[in-house]
């Protein structure tokens, strides 16, 4: 085998891929199954209550049988729709969190048959912003779902929606300045080396880590940013003429750009596999076993972060139009900018 | 209704070719019931509000001069559903009224235990709602859990949780059980401790802070003017309580304070609900420390006996027992000629019955005031130039149930 990779090493990395590709979207399509279940677990803990307990133990037979349920459930398409938008916004929220999946780096490198491969799908050099053009196609599928259905509250979900995530894509991308600022490339991979061996940038630049998660609650239309479906005021906003898997579709995409956007904090901000006190070299040390840990660290601080998301959802209240607006353009884009200057003077070569 | 007309002719008309009609519930999940909003929108921004009510009217106020006094009792179980209790208290005391009954001093206490507990229950629903139309869904289910305990204790007074039917003209249906007393007393021990946990995750919340102060300010000649009761008229400043002006089965004898706003936003009312709550649990220690034993039903004198069935040991033993049984059993009660009107602090505010009879066996005329639809006339008023996201601060602020509000 060796020889035959190191005659092909072509054939080597279109195998790896291939691995790589169906590992890594099952990694993410099965947590995103899961994270209702979690959401609704946390949230039955936190809230004196026991949770779904009726599907398979401890009701973990619960996704599987929604699943079901969404797919042999009628698809009705309201006649008053535009079909064809209609049809297409649910798959426009789905794929690209699924995509943006294609850059993050879940480990390091693994040696195989005298071969390395990097652990993410394709190890972009410009994999921010890879990551930004994929992240930002997002909106489309909300703003259109308002958009093509016609009707009033999916119209105000949609409009609500295009000017939040417009606005909080512009924090977004601010505050990551100052994280390739620091490391000075766009590779995913190599954030995560330079933090493994240095200081995470949680640590260095607070404020950026800071706007950076605010905004990743308001991308991924979650508590208390979740105005653009609140379904006190909007009764479900963006989906409220949507059912059965076109529905699940939304679903699905929600959670998907959570565990997303939980692997890009824990990529950008929280040293990726890093577990503390350890180097590139003691990671290398341990050859393969190092890159089973770094995975399991990493997961770890992606399901923390995602623990996280569903803590904050029960715990305060929805922002408001106005508010939003306000602490997006006011408060977050200036401190993001503040930022900037912070990692500039931090990075200075002395 | 009205109120939308006018405004229609205030718009401008550019702005008006812009503005969107919007139609909030009777199928709304935020409109609690079955309340139906017509909202004018332009953008976020509502320019004029007309409710519609009356989704949930079952003619309560028709059935009440068709049935016999004691008849309607469990019909007021569906006044304000959130406290049957109290309004079964409120119909009694406004039937004691009109038939010169008086009730014992026991019955009295359980009574004001009654009321007490309700008003717990219903701020709790209230709080909770409020809070879970504003996101924080978390407040919604620790309110029922202290609901939970609260319709255990309900379950041991009068053995339904929810239809009580618990009153009786002259006093309450039977005395209370034995292990209601430390069941009672733990509840008020541990409720301030949980209206200090609603306290930390709302109170100094910056989001909910923002939400509620400043918005849907009421003043207080408008509180006035709309009749507004209860912790909707003390939010706006006005010392208020039905209780302290006029005292009834003997709150004066307790002590508490009622809470008044400063500013008559919807964060004042959730400030005065939660001290309410808190008052209401002293009340509850107060009752369980001073209870007298005594008869639950008046049956001394002439008027009682017309009144009130007369004790089982009795009818068996007495001949004159057994006719009164028979007389108020079959026949039920001769209400003397006259016409009352009684209101009582319920949760909501004030729900007053008046009765006007012409002797007999029923009500010439029954009217129901219910708190929730006076409360509800002011939305019409304050809305336009608020948000969609504060009409649902401003509807769970007001805290009004559709079943009393329609009857």
């Known amino acids: 085998m060796n020889e035959f990779f190191a005659e092909y090493p072509l054939v080597f990395t279109?195998?790896?891929?291939?691995?790589?590709?169906?590992?890594?979207?099952?990694?993410?399509?099965?947590?995103?199954?899961?994270?209702?279940?979690?959401?609704?677990?946390?949230?039955?803990?936190?809230?004196?209550?026991?949770?779904?307990?009726?599907?398979?133990?401890?009701?973990?037979?619960?996704?599987?049988?929604?699943?079901?349920?969404?797919?042999?459930?009628?698809?009705?398409?309201?006649?008053?729709?535009?079909?064809?938008?209609?049809?297409?916004a649910p798959a426009l929220t789905v794929i690209p969190a699924i995509l943006v999946l294609a850059v993050v780096p879940f480990a390091p490198a693994v040696s195989l048959f005298g071969q390395t491969a990097q652990m993410a799908i394709a190890d972009l050099s410009v994999g921010i912003l890879f990551v930004f053009a994929f992240s930002s196609l997002a909106v489309y599928g909300i703003t259109l779902a308002g958009w093509a259905s016609n009707s009033k509250y999916p119209l105000i979900g949609g409009v609500r929606s295009a000017?939040?995530?417009?606005?909080?894509?512009?924090?977004?991308?601010?505050?990551?300045?100052?994280?390739?600022?620091?490391?000075?490339?766009?590779?995913?991979?190599?954030?995560?080396?330079?933090?493994?061996?240095?200081?995470?940038?949680?640590?260095?630049?607070?404020?950026?880590?800071?706007?950076?998660?605010?905004?990743?609650?308001?991308?991924?239309n979650r508590l208390p940013f979740d105005l653009p479906e609140a379904e006190t005021e909007l009764v479900a906003g963006y989906h409220t003429e949507y059912g059965s898997m076109k529905f699940a579709m939304f679903f699905a995409g929600e959670y998907m750009a959570m565990f997303v956007f939980s692997c890009l904090v824990a990529v950008l901000f929280m040293g990726g596999w890093d577990v503390p006190f350890m180097s590139n070299e003691s990671f290398a040390a341990l050859g393969n076993w190092g890159a089973a840990l770094g995975f399991v660290a990493f997961l770890t601080k992606v399901l923390l972060f995602l623990?996280?998301?569903?803590?904050?959802?029960?715990?305060?209240?929805?922002?408001?139009?106005?508010?939003?607006?306000?602490?997006?353009?006011?408060?977050?884009?200036?401190?993001?900018?503040?930022?900037?200057?912070?990692?500039?003077?931090?990075?200075?070569?002395? | 209704m009205?109120?939308?007309?006018?405004?229609?002719?205030?718009?401008?008309?550019?702005?008006?070719?812009?503005?969107?009609?919007?139609?909030?519930?009777?199928?709304?999940?935020?409109?609690?019931?079955?309340?139906?909003?017509?909202?004018?929108?332009?953008?976020?921004?509502?320019?004029?509000?007309?409710?519609?009510?009356?989704?949930?009217?079952?003619?309560?106020?028709?059935?009440?001069?068709?049935?016999?006094?004691?008849?309607?009792?469990?019909?007021?179980?569906?006044?304000?559903?959130?406290?049957?209790?109290?309004?079964?208290?409120?119909?009694?005391?406004?039937?004691?009224?009109?038939?010169?009954?008086?009730?014992?001093?026991?019955?009295?206490?359980?009574?004001?235990?009654?009321?007490?507990?309700?008003r717990i229950s219903a701020h709790l629903l209230g709080l909770g709602a409020y809070a879970m139309d504003l996101g924080a869904m978390t407040i919604f289910l620790w309110t029922f859990r202290e609901r939970e305990q609260i319709y255990s204790l309900i379950e041991r007074i009068c053995g339904a949780?929810?239809?009580?039917?618990?009153?009786?003209?002259?006093?309450?249906?039977r005395d209370l059980p034995e292990d209601f007393w430390p069941k009672c007393q733990a509840f008020v021990n541990e409720f301030p401790g949980r209206?200090?946990?609603?306290?930390?995750?709302?109170?100094?919340?910056?989001?909910?802070?923002?939400?509620?102060?400043?918005?849907?300010?009421?003043?207080?000649?408008?509180?006035?003017?709309?009749?507004?009761?209860?912790?909707?008229?003390?939010?706006?400043?006005?010392?208020?309580d039905v209780r302290k002006a006029n005292p009834y089965l003997g709150y004066e004898n307790y002590e508490f304070e009622v809470p008044i706003g400063t500013e008559g936003d919807c964060y004042d009312r959730y400030l005065c609900r939660l001290f309410e709550m808190r008052e209401s649990a002293k009340i509850?220690?107060?009752?369980?420390?001073?209870?007298?034993?005594?008869?639950?039903?008046?049956?001394?004198?002439?008027?009682?006996?017309?009144?009130?069935?007369?004790?089982?040991?009795?009818v068996l033993t007495n001949m004159e027992a057994l006719i009164h049984q028979f007389m108020v059993g079959t026949e039920s009660i001769h209400a003397p000629v006259g016409e009352v009107y009684f209101g009582c602090e319920n949760p909501k505010g004030e729900l007053g019955f008046y009765l006007r009879s012409k002797g007999g066996l029923e009500a010439d005329r029954l009217r129901i005031r219910g708190p929730s639809f006076a409360n509800l006339q002011i939305l019409e008023e304050l809305t336009p130039g608020h948000s969609i996201a504060d009409i649902m601060a401003l509807l769970g602020s007001i805290d009004f149930v559709m079943g009393e509000c329609d009857r």
């Open chain 2, 161 to 173: 949780r929810f239809t009580t039917s618990y009153t009786r003209i002259g006093g309450v249906e």
């Open chain 2, 284 to 314: 509850l220690q107060q009752v369980i420390d001073t209870i007298p034993d005594g008869p639950i039903l008046n049956r001394d004198g002439d008027e009682a006996l017309k009144t009130v069935l007369p004790e089982k040991e009795k």
């Open chain 2, 195 to 240: 209206v200090d946990e609603y306290e930390a995750l709302l109170s100094r919340n910056k989001i909910w802070v923002k939400r509620t102060q400043g918005i849907g300010v009421i003043t207080k000649e408008q509180a006035l003017q709309f009749g507004l009761t209860g912790p909707n008229l003390r939010g706006s400043g006005i010392e208020y």
């Open chain 1, 14 to 88: 279109m195998a790896t891929t291939l691995a790589k590709i169906v590992l890594f979207t099952h990694i993410g399509l099965i947590l995103a199954a899961y994270m209702p279940w979690v959401e609704r677990k946390v949230s039955a803990w936190m809230q004196d209550r026991v949770g779904p307990n009726r599907v398979g133990y401890a009701g973990l037979g619960q996704p599987i049988a929604d699943a079901l349920k969404f797919i042999f459930k009628e698809d009705p398409v309201p006649g008053h729709v535009d079909k064809v938008l209609f049809t297409l």
């Open chain 1, 163 to 220: 000017a939040q995530m417009v606005s909080y894509e512009l924090c977004l991308g601010l505050s990551v300045v100052g994280v390739f600022m620091a490391a000075q490339t766009l590779r995913l991979t190599d954030i995560v080396e330079l933090q493994v061996d240095g200081y995470w940038n949680m640590f260095t630049q607070p404020i950026g880590f800071l706007v950076f998660v605010i905004a990743a609650f308001a991308e991924t």
């Open chain 2, 2 to 118: 009205s109120r939308a007309r006018t405004l229609d002719v205030e718009v401008a008309e550019d702005r008006r070719s812009e503005s969107m009609m919007i139609n909030m519930g009777p199928q709304h999940p935020s409109t609690h019931g079955v309340l139906r909003l017509v909202l004018e929108l332009d953008g976020e921004e509502v320019i004029s509000c007309a409710p519609v009510i009356g989704y949930l009217h079952r003619a309560k106020e028709k059935v009440g001069e068709t049935f016999s006094w004691h008849k309607f009792i469990p019909y007021t179980d569906r006044l304000d559903y959130l406290a049957p209790l109290s309004n079964n208290v409120a119909y009694a005391l406004a039937c004691e009224k009109l038939m010169a009954v008086d009730c014992p001093p026991r019955a009295q206490a359980i009574r004001v235990i009654c009321h007490e507990l309700s």
């Open chain 1, 307 to 350: 623990f996280f998301y569903v803590w904050v959802r029960f715990t305060i209240p929805r922002f408001k139009f106005d508010q939003l607006m306000h602490l997006g353009w006011k408060v977050l884009i200036p401190l993001s900018l503040l930022n900037i200057l912070w990692a500039g003077l931090w990075n200075m070569p002395s």
